[in-house]
């Protein structure tokens, strides 16, 4: 699929005037994707494809018979009895072309400066759907002839049109090539043994292109099944696909030599075969198009042997981790796979819904699902990602008569329609998830949260997607033998070991989840290279504790987490000169002494003090237990401003911040300043800001989400630690070396 970058539309029409004149290119350009080895841990057989950006010409003869048939009404002059010979002649080849696809000129190449012509195949799927799949749609306008085209480029009127001047008709489609790609992109999977996931943009016709996909199998091959679902029945019946299947099939009976019977003829079962009168056997082609409702039936595309499966709409699927993992087992027959599974789905709406969606975009290599290399996003440029169809692409107005989209043209329209929607930011980041140039906006974060959306998002995507940063962490408890704290990580033990409780990574979490937590360490403790001992006041830990009643009604008690995570105050000698969360541990367990315990035993690894959250939980009395309340600190000064007083608890151990609104609101604006400070600049001249160095999944999800009423502890926990900071900041943290002294950070100040 094009890039943004694409300049295929300004090539040809640089061009345009030339070429009767270039010469035919000797081999024949086959597929616009290339393979390279995938680098990522353990994967290394598999492989990510590169796309080309090919400009494309003469594709209207792609479509030579469609335009006899638009024009003559008919496929072909041919008598099936006077010119029987003849009659049979077109329709076998034409059979052929429905499998095989067609070879023609039509891609510009450049070969030592000169450029050429080169010959192009298209799929025989794409070649029926140009030539025998009618669909809905404008006539093609010339913006500069001011004149309406046929789909094949005939005049038809000479007047000039605005907005609401044309209509859609029922006409067979043009070359585009955003469809070339899809198609190509199928016929890919299948020589490869590989599942598509496609994320898109909406009205980019593929209701249409799925249609055909099922239609024409069931036409061609006898014994076939294709089941197509959805989460609900909207995209399948009404206008949806399987409305779209029908027609195809009525239209190919009513004028091709492809006439067959039907056993059933239901939008939800359609199988095309006949019987003889008075005898039960099947005869004929004895295909099968099957439609599941997913919501009612997760397990609804299972038992069914088939050639292909739909999965339509699956942004709006909550459940399609639930349908995927049983379904594509029964695709797969030993090493060999015997169908293919197609998933397509767009985002915009509550993300708690394409959050599975969006995991399998961005992780096809976790799964059977083909990678392609991420071509839109400037984070994550590279890495593996879905099939992506963007906004920027087959925009009917902005493609040129050979089926090159004018993406600059596109990009600069639609940012129009995103500028008319300032005043709004919800409505004008909904357009921009319906209409994304890149996957990421298409998996985009809407809510009414005062942190940066935006960025925590595009770094959300980081953690959870790119392989060189989604494995950072490690993942372990921490072990008191003999009064020497050890941490024991899960890769010592084993994957699966039964000794750590895996990470509560989700937010929100499910019912399902096993909330127990472990501890997950980014960076380990800095000891001092003269004496090997931590320094006093390097670190600080942070946690709010679990509890029965929390200051929000919106939530259930199970819902509620206990939140730790370890800081490195800002410094000049460590590596990373601090200022960033090092640890955290998230979770709940039976009693609050057992979290403590954990919890003590990494205040004590990093010879860290902690401030908590004295309103619940029982971290004093288990501190006086364990020996250790002169780890914990004093309630911070700074809560004694005037508007922070009321319902303060004196100077005690920890901190109230449910006591006082003031002081819940003032700490969440100072963690958003706090995720705003800048550190640095990219390369490309962007900034570097101090949550580009969060690396916790489940803190980013809590902070774009962030409005003051959910349950999001390790916000709350996150509060808990900007008094923290603004009460040591000015503590000198002493290194060996007397010359290395605090850097200050003054977004309080």
């Given amino acids: 699929m094009r890039s943004i970058d694409s300049t295929a539309f300004q090539t040809v029409e640089k061009l345009e005037n030339h070429l009767g004149s270039l010469s035919l290119h000797n081999e024949v350009y086959a597929s616009p994707y290339s393979p390279k080895p995938l680098k990522i841990t353990g994967l290394e057989d598999q492989f990510i494809y590169s796309t080309e950006d090919i400009a494309f010409v003469n594709t209207v003869d792609f479509t030579r018979t469609g335009q006899h048939y638009a024009k003559h009404g008919i496929y072909t002059t041919a008598h099936p009895i006077f010119n029987k010979r003849e009659y049979k002649e077109f329709w076998d080849l034409e059979e052929t072309r429905r499998k095989q696809g067609l070879t023609l000129p039509g891609k510009l190449y450049l070969d030592n400066d000169e450029w050429k012509i080169q010959e192009v195949h298209i799929t025989g799927e794409h070649y029926g759907y140009l030539n025998y799949g009618e669909i809905k749609r404008s006539k093609e306008f010339d913006k500069k002839k001011g004149i309406i085209l046929s789909p094949h480029g005939e005049k038809i ?50 209701s ?18 294709s089941v197509t679902g959805a989460y609900d029945g909207d995209s399948l019946f009404e206008d949806g696909t399987m409305n779209k ?24 079962h359609i199988e095309i075969g006949y019987r003889l009168k008075n005898d039960p056997v099947k005869r004929g082609h004895q295909s099968n198009i099957y439609t599941s409702i997913l919501s009612k039936d997760p397990g609804g595309l299972r038992g069914k042997d088939a050639d292909l499966i739909l999965v339509e709409e699956a942004g709006k699927m909550v459940n399609l981790e639930e349908v995927l993992g049983p379904t594509l087992k029964t695709l797969e027959d030993g090493i060999f796979m015997t169908g293919l599974m197609i998933v397509f789905g767009t985002g915009g709406g509550d993300d708690k819904y394409w959050q599975a969606f969006e995991s399998l975009f961005f992780e096809t290599y976790l799964q059977k699902f083909i990678s392609f290399e991420n071509d839109w996003d400037d984070d994550l440029r590279g890495d593996p990602a879905g099939f992506f169809h963007g906004a920027f692409m087959s925009k009917p107005g902005l493609i040129d008569r050979h089926g090159n989209s004018d993406v600059f043209g596109s990009i600069a329209f639609e940012n129009k329609e995103r500028k008319s929607k300032e005043s709004n930011p919800v409505k004008q980041n909904a357009h921009i998830m319906e209409e994304p140039f890149k996957p990421t906006e298409a998996f985009s974060r809407s809510a009414n949260s005062m942190m940066p959306i935006k960025e925590l998002d595009l770094q959300l995507k980081r953690v959870r997607f790119d392989p060189d940063i989604k494995n950072l962490g490690r993942e372990g408890i921490f072990v008191n033998e003999g009064g020497k704290i050890q941490f024991v990580d899960r890769a010592s033990l084993g994957i699966n070991s039964p000794d750590i409780p895996p990470v509560v990574s989700d937010f929100p979490h499910k019912d399902t989840t096993d909330v127990r937590g472990c501890w997950v360490i980014w960076e380990s403790p800095y000891r001092d290279p003269k004496t090997g001992q931590i320094p006093e006041n390097l670190y600080r830990v942070w946690n709010d504790p679990f509890g ?15 939140g730790t995570y370890i800081y490195e105050v800002p410094n000049t000698f460590t590596a990373t000169r601090g200022d960033r969360i090092v640890a955290e541990f998230i979770g709940r367990r039976e009693s609050f002494m057992e979290y403590d315990r954990e919890m003590f035993n990494g205040v004590l690894y990093y010879n860290a003090m902690l401030t908590y959250e004295n ?74 800001y101090n949550l580009h160095y969060i690396y916790s999944a489940g803190l980013l999800q809590e902070s774009i989400k962030y409005d003051g009423k959910r349950n999001t502890d390790r916000v709350s926990t996150c509060i808990v630690g900007m008094f923290d900071i603004k009460e040591f900041q000015y503590k000198n943290i002493v290194p060996e070396d007397p010359s290395t002294s605090i850097v200050h950070d003054d977004y309080f100040n």
């Fill in 245 to 268: 299947v029908m027609g195809y099939l009525d239209f190919i009976n009513k004028h091709t030599d492809w006439k067959k019977r039907r056993l059933h003829n239901r939008l939800d």
């Fill in 615 to 688: 309103d619940r939980g029982e971290v004093f009395t288990n501190a006086n237990t364990l020996g250790l309340v002169d780890r914990l600190t004093d309630e911070p000064e700074f809560v004694y401003q005037k508007d922070l007083q009321k319902g303060g608890k004196g100077r005690k151990k920890g901190i109230s911040i449910a006591s006082n609104p003031n002081r819940k609101i003032t700490g969440a604006t100072s963690f958003r300043n706090w995720l705003l400070i800048k550190r640095g600049t990219h390369e490309s001249g962007a900034p570097i």
């Fill in 548 to 562: 029965i009643a929390k200051d929000s009604t919106e939530f259930n008690m199970n819902d509620s987490l206990a």
């Fill in 157 to 206: 009127t000479t007047e000039t049109l605005g907005r609401g001047g044309t209509k859609k008709e029922r006409l067979l489609p043009s070359f585009w090539d955003g469809d070339y790609y899809f198609f190509k992109a199928v016929e890919l999977c299948k020589f490869i043994n590989r599942h598509l996931v496609v994320g898109k943009a909406r009205r980019k016709g593929y």
């Fill in 208 to 225: 249409y292109k799925n249609g055909f996909l099922v239609a024409n199998l069931a036409d061609l091959y006898p014994f076939s099944t």
